[in-house]
């Protein structure tokens, strides 16, 4: 037990805070709850108008035309809710398994407690790299000292006396000790900062708040045509069946199941990812793992492993060394993992421990003050850098260190001063001091570094190598590991010495940073940062959490501090530096089909909205019933959606998504509009004219739309039920057909130079090209389609548009052709924005 400890709470004492109330709760959310799944899922506004909808045409007596209305919301509430449930339980248990813990003194002893079992007044330790889960009063301190950055963005560790608050969410970063909880639940500080930002910032992924975007222009085409329709109806006292039907198709031009695709694209991602070994605990992660293209990496956990190795004690002076180094070792409350590797070598230190200086990264040393028999020692031990400057040398031994060093040895220096303070207030003394030995300790290299570094290289990413070690053991350590390629180093003083002008230019030549301190470690991920990288930082010590944060992805190891864990976006379990790779590649795979998906989806939905405006204005009708409607969505973008989904492959995403979308979706959606609306015109005319000659029965003729003038005689009820079969035919034919530029086999479909190289999806255009003409070869499934019987003709000049119509535009994609209106659009979207202001016109070349 430390010093004046008490002895904790009794079992009684814990079930009668917990019977109160008084036990703490944690959640930690990897996925939405299943609250929150059914309500987005099911309840969201665009369903419930849906649903009414549907539910007036059955009132109306409408069956199949109230199935077809929601038949396709269902089916994708239905399939998106079993899919995210299905991941969300695989992620919780992945996640419960790793979840944080506490220390807490109980009953005179120490045991370990999930977060959700810590009571008000129990008595929690901490040691060094270990996160506050809640709020108290310092008992006991040995050099304390708490990291409070991420709660007031003080930088400077606070040293922490006895009864001083410890704050839930700072994390400890030297010396150890224990406090008596007096906040949980809501009360505690870093609650009640999260309860505010939660009221006024919450935060969506690019791609989700791109969406919102488009989501808003077209909720807003929407609104308009559906007021035109309402007015028309109120004017000319249009049968409510029909005003209905005009409704769900008009509605049908928001594309609401986007927000549903994307969440269930991250959650399956994320699971995949949980099975290669990471774990992603936010879920713009998965987005953002895709556009890393810079990774940026401490030594320990990726290129060695944790276990270290004391090499040699190497004396500097006439004094044994080793006395002092066991002592040191054995008196130290700083027991990283070279205090360690020395304790197992040196045991049985001797002393009582007067006053202790911990180690940080900051300080890079540690010192003790201790009683020796009838005097008091003063020992330094740390980085030869941080020491050197303070001793009386009698002879230049930095070239030994070099050639240590340059061996891939860890090189430390041990020192010995004269008794005195080791502080000054909340200042560390530096006396003049003695030089005792050198301390050298050897890393154990992992297995596998130098496959998994050449996997990033492979796909085109830059490593650099953040360290607190000398830069010279790093580069060693590549040679040792085999890794190839040439390394340009850089210190921590080399790095304060630049200007702010030459910074940008260092920070992107060099690739092994070494005897760098955590402000370092941020400064190097801002600066790239700024320049346009998008940066992943692997790390995991507390020396590591500023960066982290910084990062564009932040990666912690599991083994590694609880505040790193804590701050990063995603976990390596096990420490399976080999699965950050594998991540990289799965984000590129998701995003990959995310582009498939929205090319397909937006340029139907532009599409939808083009030819209703065209035919509201000419025609003074809807090219489209709700069941028209409704076979065209399913067999021209639900299918290959999905199956995009499943098929895609990893592909280097540069750039942000959605204007490479809007690039290709735009375009496209204007070519297919122009030849529908003119096949749409052509056989409108054609009927009325007599050159195109049809016929149709009386039920079929009722469904004929007029909104403007007076009741359409029997000839222009023809006239728009030939043009509606038409436009159907071409508008989900040409939907089939898009597959082909969206994935394209070889360099003739390719409209980038980009070739997807894979059958699947040629195969399924095929298929679904069979599947379509055998519709029109049954009658029941004309019927639930609404669709009439065409002549042979008619299928061939309309198959034969659809030809015209691909060839023209592939030919106006590989031209670039309205890519000034997809800009346009974009820019209308970042207005307001900076987000994608910035990232869209910053590499508005990027394809």
């Not at 994307?262 to 959650?267: D, E, K, M, R, S």
Request: aromatic residues 8%; neutral net charge.
């Amino acid at each position: 037990m430390m010093d004046g400890l008490p002895a904790g709470l009794t079992a009684e004492e814990v079930q009668e805070r917990i019977d109160k109330g008084l036990r703490n709760t944690y959640e930690m959310k990897v996925s939405r709850t299943y609250k929150e799944i059914i309500r987005t899922n099911v309840f969201n506004w665009f369903n419930l108008i849906l649903f009414s909808l549907g539910g007036i045409l059955l009132a109306l007596g409408n069956q199949l035309e109230a199935l077809a209305a929601t038949s396709i919301v269902f089916i994708n509430v239905l399939v998106g809710t079993v899919q995210e449930v299905r991941a969300k339980r695989r992620l919780d248990k992945i996640a419960l398994l790793h979840r944080p813990e506490a220390t807490v003194y109980r009953n005179g002893q120490q045991i370990i407690v999930p977060p959700d079992q810590i009571v008000m007044d129990d008595v929690v330790i901490l040691e060094e790299g270990e996160q506050a889960l809640v709020d108290g009063a310092v008992l006991t301190s040995q050099s304390l000292e708490m990291d409070e950055s991420l709660l007031t963005g003080e930088s400077s560790p606070r040293r922490k006396r006895r009864g001083d608050t410890i704050y839930s969410g700072s994390y400890c970063t030297a010396g150890n000790g224990a406090f008596r909880v007096n906040a949980v639940r809501d009360d505690t500080f870093v609650n009640r900062i999260l309860s505010e930002a939660k009221r006024f910032d919450k935060k969506s992924t690019p791609l989700q708040f791109q969406t919102s975007r488009v989501m808003a222009l077209l909720v807003g085409i929407a609104v308009i045509y559906s007021t035109m329709i309402l007015m028309a109806a109120i004017i000319t006292g249009i049968p409510a069946l029909m005003i209905t039907q005009m409704i769900v198709v008009t509605l049908d031009i928001i594309p609401i199941a986007l927000f549903l695709l994307i969440i269930i694209a991250y959650g399956l991602g994320a699971v995949r990812m949980a099975g290669s070994g990471a774990l992603m605990q936010r879920a713009n992660a998965v987005e953002s793992m895709s556009h890393v293209d810079t990774v940026c990496m401490d030594k320990t956990g990726t290129i060695t492993t944790n276990n270290l190795l004391l090499e040699e004690v190497e004396p500097l002076g006439d004094k044994d060394p080793n006395p002092y180094l066991a002592s040191f070792a054995a008196l130290t409350g700083s027991k990283n993992r070279t205090i360690k590797a020395i304790s197992n070598k040196m045991p049985g230190g001797k002393g009582w421990l007067v006053e202790e200086v911990p180690f940080s990264s900051a300080r890079k040393f540690s010192a003790v003050r201790y009683r020796d028999g009838e005097r008091n020692n003063v020992l330094f031990f740390g980085a030869y850098e941080a020491l050197a400057k303070h001793c009386r040398w009698r002879e230049d031994i930095s070239p030994r260190v070099t050639e240590l060093a340059s061996e891939g040895l860890r090189v430390m220096l041990m020192t010995i001063a004269d008794d005195q303070d080791l502080y000054d207030g909340d200042t560390v003394v530096m006396p003049r001091m003695e030089p005792l030995a050198l301390v050298t300790v050897r890393d154990e290299l992992r297995a596998d570094c130098a496959e998994t570094i050449q996997a990033f290289i492979d796909n085109n990413m830059d490593i650099k190598v953040i360290s607190g070690d000398d830069p010279v053991t790093v580069d060693a350590l590549f040679s040792l590991a085999g890794i190839p390629g040439t390394r340009k180093t850089i210190s921590g003083d080399q790095l304060d010495a630049l200007s702010p002008e030459e910074l940008p230019a260092a920070v992107a030549e060099a690739s092994i940073f070494g005897r760098m301190r955590p402000e370092h470690k941020e400064r190097i991920v801002d600066s790239l940062k700024s320049q346009g990288r998008y940066v992943a930082m692997v790390g995991d010590g507390v020396n590591d959490v500023r960066s982290l944060k910084t990062a564009n992805v932040g990666v912690a190891l599991q083994s590694g501090s609880g505040a790193a864990r804590g701050v990063a976006d995603m976990v390596l379990l096990e420490d399976q530096f080999s699965a950050l790779p594998e991540a990289l590649l799965e984000g590129r795979r998701i995003t990959t089909g995310m582009r498939s998906i929205l090319r397909i989806y937006l340029a139907r939905n532009f599409v939808l909205a083009f030819i209703i405006l065209y035919t509201l204005l000419f025609f003074q009708s809807l090219p489209m019933l709700p069941q028209n409607n409704a076979f065209y969505a399913f067999v021209s973008l639900s299918i290959p959606a999905f199956l995009m989904t499943v098929w895609a492959r990893p592909r280097e995403a540069k750039g942000e998504i959605l204007p490479v979308v809007l690039r290709f979706a735009i375009p496209a959606a204007v070519t297919i509009s122009v030849f529908a609306c003119l096949v749409y015109t052509v056989y409108y005319v054609g009927v009325l004219t007599e050159v195109v000659k049809v016929a149709f029965t009386p039920q079929q003729l009722d469904t004929a739309w007029h909104i403007m003038g007076d009741a359409p005689d029997d000839l222009h009820r023809s006239a728009e039920l030939a043009a509606r079969n038409a436009i159907v035919y071409f508008s989900t034919l040409a939907g089939i057909t898009l597959v082909l530029l969206v994935a394209p086999l070889n360099k003739w479909f390719s409209t980038d130079g980009s070739v997807h190289g894979d059958w699947r999806p040629f195969i399924l255009v095929i298929l679904l090209y069979a599947a379509f003409f055998g519709v029109f070869q049954v009658e029941e499934l004309m019927y639930i389609a609404n669709l009439t019987p065409l002549r042979n003709l008619d299928m061939f000049f309309i198959t034969g548009m659809v030809a015209v119509w691909f060839l023209v535009t592939r030919e106006l994609l590989r031209r670039n052709a309205f890519v000034w209106l997809a800009d346009r659009t974009m820019a209308r979207l970042a207005k307001g924005s900076p987000f994608i202001h910035e990232r869209f016109f910053r590499g508005r070349g990027d394809q």
